[in-house]
């Protein structure tokens, strides 16, 4: 008879392992229920004047939505409510519900107040407009 030998740092490395799986949902309602590493998926990208941010968010409504900048942050939150069914079985329930708060930080300060948003068959579309003190300016070189 062969005798395993326990090893208890491979049962700690694969505890490590489970809990950074778990973790790395994000820890919100619709990531642990879709397996999403990060919701929702987000695009930014910027010009010489503007930082834009798109981010896929089907089903949602306007009302579900709540958009935050402070600084160089930018903070998606919402919630996709389950459809009411009167009666019936559920026999396959895959689409996530629950609430979502996602913070990205920005490669530079944004004026809040001019800050605007809107949201097109299921892609939010927000324009960031940057602060005057960040936007590159040209410097002129003189001589003596």
Request: aromatic share 8%.
């Amino acid at each position: 008879m062969l005798a395993t030998r326990w090893e208890p740092w491979t049962e700690l490395n694969r505890l490590s392992r489970e809990m950074d799986r778990l973790f790395s949902r994000g820890g919100n309602a619709i990531n642990s229920v879709t397996g999403v590493g990060t919701f929702p998926a987000l695009n930014v990208w910027g010009d010489n004047d503007n930082l834009y941010a798109e981010a896929e968010l089907p089903g949602f409504a306007l009302d579900d939505l709540e958009i935050y900048v402070i600084g160089n942050q930018l903070t998606i939150k919402g919630e996709r409510r389950p459809p009411e069914h009167d009666g019936g079985t559920w026999h396959r329930q895959e689409r996530g519900y629950g609430k979502f708060s996602r913070m990205i930080e920005l490669p530079g300060d944004i004026d809040a107040d001019r800050v605007s948003a809107e949201l097109n068959n299921g892609v939010l579309h927000v324009t960031l407009p940057k602060c005057e003190a960040v936007k590159p300016r040209r410097i002129e070189v003189t001589s003596n």
